[in-house]
């Protein structure tokens, strides 16, 4: 199967088919080194041999053993033809994906009810569960004054849902609007808004629940931000689909962008993924560059079982709905 390999690797497209026709496994990967052939291919910016390859079925996200997959390599090189045709595929897959998975029976449990039912820890620095996992860390601050300075300036009424540590809420009382509501499920987060005095501020409406139990009981707002944990790529789907109702014509919607934090080619994919799906509904989506390099070093996730982010730039979201118009 290492001729699948060599073959991609020089960029024989034709001898590539043949060898596909003859039996060739396009989502071969090599045992000790995880390259698959596509990976190959896109690291020396072959761009028919991608071609070919998807068409075979070779995986779009698959992964060496250094953790990269087809698109990261064709990305680094600047081989902007591959990393088109890869970024094309890995969106469409990610679509069909998401179609089927609506189509198959919804669980009974939802998502996160394990955290939901466990303790909390608050420190200056972090938000972590039981198991040591940061559910949220100061080092967002600045990510969060910026996601609060993008929704309140679509207008003064508004939706924050998931309060964590109360940074992006904090952010937002700075601009004073009339109206802040903020959801919130975890009786541990709850109990600590309550002694830290947020239900006393005059323009604060706090909705103890699962955004999903309590949404029925929302109004309608200039800026929403979305910010839950624990929760699946469908549970923000399932957000996004009930927006249409939430977000005042010309309102902003925004959230926070770790999807595949890990991988930034994955990462892409889901930028692209989310624009694509709020376009559906009307919303136009602009994402941010903010270098988040210098928020992080190895002492930040000290005392953090995974390191939920791991990429130099974070992409702040910013999806703007339809105008009203006047006929
Ligand atoms: C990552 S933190 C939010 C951090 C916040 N943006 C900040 O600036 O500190 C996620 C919060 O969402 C809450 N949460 C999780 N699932 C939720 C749900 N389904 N509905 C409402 N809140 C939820 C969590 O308890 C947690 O407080």
């Known amino acids: 199967m290492d001729a699948l390999l060599d073959t991609a690797a020089r960029g024989d497209a034709t001898e590539l088919r043949e060898l596909i026709r003859a039996g060739g496994d396009a989502s071969y990967a090599n045992p000790s080194t995880g390259l698959t052939p596509l990976i190959a291919a896109a690291k ?3 761009s028919e041999v991608v071609r070919v390859l998807l068409n075979a079925g070779a995986p779009w996200n698959a ?3 250094s953790g990269r997959c087809a698109g990261d390599y064709a990305m680094d090189a600047g081989h902007q033809d591959c990393y088109d045709i890869l970024l094309d595929a890995g969106v469409k897959a990610e679509l069909v994906l998401g179609a089927a998975s609506r189509q198959t029976t919804k669980n009974s449990e939802f998502s996160n009810k394990d955290y939901l039912e466990a303790r909390l820890s608050f420190s200056e620095g972090k938000l972590v569960n039981e198991e040591s996992e940061g559910v949220m860390m100061a080092w967002e601050r600045p990510l969060m004054e910026a996601h609060a300075k993008a929704v309140c300036c679509g207008g003064d009424d ?3 849902v998931g309060f964590g540590m109360g940074l992006v809420d904090t952010a937002i009382q700075s601009y004073n609007p009339s109206s802040h509501t903020i959801i919130e499920a975890h009786p541990d987060v709850y109990a600590r808004m309550i002694s830290t005095g947020w239900k006393e501020k005059a323009n604060v409406r706090i909705v103890f629940g699962r955004w999903q139990d309590v949404i029925s009981e929302l109004g309608q707002y200039d800026g929403i931000f979305f910010d839950t944990y624990g929760e699946y790529y469908e549970d923000m789907r399932e957000f996004h689909s009930q ?4 977000l005042k014509p010309g309102g902003i919607y925004s959230y ?10 994955f990462h892409v994919v889901y930028c692209q993924l989310v624009a694509l799906e709020l376009a559906q509904i009307g919303l136009t989506t602009q ?3 903010l270098p988040v390099r210098s928020c992080l070093d190895e002492k930040t996730w000290e005392g953090v079982r995974e390191k939920y982010w791991q990429l ?15 006929n």
């Open 44 to 46: 020396a910016g072959h």
């Open 63 to 65: 992964l060496d053993r």
């Open 158 to 160: 508004i939706l924050n």
């Open 243 to 246: 927006l249409p109702k939430l």
């Open 256 to 265: 926070f962008n770790g999807l595949c934090g890990h991988n930034a080619f």
């Open 287 to 289: 994402f941010i560059p």
């Open 312 to 326: 130099d730039t974070y992409f702040l979201p910013a999806a703007q709905a339809e105008e009203e118009t006047d």
